[in-house]
């Protein structure tokens, strides 16, 4: 199909990395949206998003949401940039709106700061340019979004660091914009070599990971320091990706690229996860659909298309 895509990006940004790309994709209200990794000006990025109407013959895409905020490679506070950390997923939410996670490029402060995009969940409307709002913050790098409109929620895989992978759940009855901890609050911990952990106080030769854990404690209670606290988290990491329930249900399923496996679990009726079950399926999992009673996976190691069959 004829489109212009490499207006927005190309080989030029693949030649500095091949993590600066196409995040997701998504047919939603017969429009095709596309996250993709913005440089914003030189050596600045976020995650945008572009549309196009269905067409067999052409897709001429438009930015609908692509901020001026960006994170530069080098010229940033923390002195860090990580081109993967990058979000993208989306989701319908209603005829006039979408759902973009943001991740903050390994930037954590960004995360808390409200008036940042980043480490965020962005309510985008699709019928305006740049016509956007905070739905969710305290993010890390969220790879997975799943709405059930009959229950009225929605779910939310999130990336920790070395450990504390999440699963989040948000209420889409409650008005008021729910903070999920990160980097203040985690199960997981910072990557080094020394996996010591140093607290804000203590005493260490180690003085950069001291101050990384001053900055960013990664406290081991959401709930008890103001913030949602997880339904699931994972004490190794796995890198949970997309998540998704069974036609509307409350029976629902979540997939992994590190820990190349399924979880499926169901919730009960006030929304804990019980019945938790992990399949282990040998490659990555970039994404999961359930449609018409399958189960359809795509496995990333061999860039292959997997079904699985449900019995009704």
């Known amino acids: 199909i004829k489109n212009n895509i490499e207006n927005f990006i190309n080989i030029n940004q693949f030649k500095k990395s091949n993590g600066f790309a196409v995040k997701d994709v998504k047919i939603f209200n017969d429009k095709i949206y596309i996250s993709f990794s913005n440089e914003v000006e030189k050596n600045c990025w976020n995650t945008s998003v572009l549309f196009a109407d269905i067409n067999y013959t052409k897709l001429d895409f438009k930015k609908i949401f692509s901020p001026n905020e960006c994170v530069h490679e080098y010229n940033n506070p923390d002195k860090v940039f990580v081109f993967h950390q990058a979000g993208g997923r989306i989701v319908g939410l209603d005829k006039n709106h979408i759902l973009l996670t943001q991740g903050e490029f390994r930037n954590r402060y960004l995360a808390q700061d409200k008036k940042s995009i980043f480490g965020k969940i962005i309510k985008i409307n699709i019928n305006a340019i740049n016509k956007y709002e905070i739905f969710g913050m305290g993010l890390r790098n969220s790879q997975g979004l799943y709405i059930n409109k009959l229950d009225n929620f929605l ?4 990336h920790g660091p070395k450990g504390g992978d999440e699963i989040n759940i948000l209420n889409l009855d409650l008005d008021d914009v729910p903070n999920y901890g990160w980097p203040v609050a985690s199960y997981g911990e910072h990557y080094g070599k020394d996996q010591m952990i140093y607290y804000q106080g203590s005493k260490s030769s180690h003085g950069e990971r001291a101050e990384l854990y ?14 949602v606290e997880p339904i699931k988290y994972f004490k190794k990491s796995v890198a949970i990706s997309e998540i998704t329930c069974l036609q509307d249900s409350k029976n629902c399923v979540a997939s992994s690229l590190k820990d190349k496996s399924l979880y499926f679990f169901s919730l009960d009726e006030n929304n804990n996860i019980e019945n938790f079950k992990r399949i282990e399926i040998g490659e990555r999992i970039r994404d999961i659909i359930f449609d018409n009673n399958k189960l359809i996976i795509f496995l990333e190691d061999t860039a292959s298309i997997g079904i699985i069959n449900f019995e009704t």
């Open 214 to 227: 001053r900055k960013y404690p990664l406290l081991k209670s959401h709930d008890k320091n103001g913030f």
């Open 155 to 158: 779910l939310i895989t999130d």
